[in-house]
């Protein structure tokens, strides 16, 4: 098997096996030390010596020996030798995948939301430290000891696997999926105007959860979110890398399998007896994926629903999106006027989208100093190459009395 076709079975297999060695041991920072030893090792013989016909029990092999054998070179831990000796011999390996079980245990409340993201995809999703770092834009040696001190408060928490009806943990992991999928569909930082790996592998976390908890509203909803999403990908940027908004997008290019299994997931998840806000959300991406033109949108429903959101789940980001939805049904000023009531909102204090937004709304008012202003405002204040392009294009275009021409 060749380089890459190994990575893709070793990103699949170690969350398995270090779900098998943490509900063996029950110590989640030495175990995952082990495993990530097994998967370097895997990494330099496989494609050599070929994928042996038990990966997994390989995998599991070799890091439950590089476990023992931390843990019996630990003078402070000789008096264990008794209750290691019976390690020695791994057990079968298990049927039983704990990889959603882990996924858990990273989103550990003792954790900060980053320590939570960072330890999840390390854990979980397979990815290297250096992997991980790039994709937040530090520097490695700060995401090893982000990671580092994750493993070591879990280990003080007790470092094993929550109670299998740790239901309280489930907004946690949800928000924490969907922190990971938001940096993947839209890099924070960074040349790239998204990061299709971390969005990937969100999916594939929250199809994993949902495979689990199939009834779960809110699992549902955050999936069908995610694969509705993330098919407008092909039709949101140029061959160039620039930017296109929502309404210039070629909705021919939209990924229609995501779009048809996502609709299905949102309608499925409204069923359930109480709504969520990834159920509102899916439902709004949804409204969105129905129309076949920007023009056709149901913005009545859309409005509809983000009040609805608001409601049950305040936020100044959803405040922000009704002000979209007010200025397609009732004009830009009547959405300028609700922005303003966030100018005082400290968490959006200098954000680039109450920025772009305004603009947005003034440039459609036919304000167009106070948009060229607000654009550029808008561009300094993101740390995304490709919306700085995009919002400096915008306030260019309103310098040149051409475009009026071709509007």
Known sequence: MTGPGVEDLLRELLPQVLGALVRRYGQFEGCEDAVQEAGLAASAQWP??????NPRGWLLTVAARRFVDEVRSESARRERE?????WETPAPVPDTDDTLLLLFLCCHPALTAASQTALTLRAVGGLTTAEIARAFLVPEATMAAR???????????GGSFPPPDGDSRLPVVLQ??????????????GSSLDRPDLAGEAIRLARLVHARLPSAGEVTGLLALML????????RTTPGGDLVPLDRQDRAKWDRLLVEEGMALAKASLGAARLGPYQLQAAIAATHADAVTAEATNWRQVYALYLVLERIAPNPMVTLNRA??????????????????LDGDERLAGHHRLASVRAHLLEKA???ARAYDWYRRA??????????RYLESRASRLRDPSHFLSS
């Open 48 to 53: 050599v010596e070929g994928v042996p016909g």
């Open 82 to 86: 008794s209750a290691v000796s019976a």
């Open 147 to 157: 990671i580092s001190r994750a493993k070591q408060r879990i280990r003080a928490a």
């Open 176 to 189: 924490v999926l969907y922190l990971i999928f938001n940096e993947g569909y839209t890099a924070s930082s």
């Open 228 to 235: 509705l999403t993330h098919a407008r990908r092909p039709a």
């Open 324 to 341: 979209v939805a007010l200025a397609e049904l009732s004009g830009p000023a009547a959405g300028l006027a609700l922005l303003a009531e």
């Open 366 to 368: 036919g304000d167009t």
């Open 379 to 388: 561009a300094r204040a993101t740390a995304s190459l490709a919306e700085q």
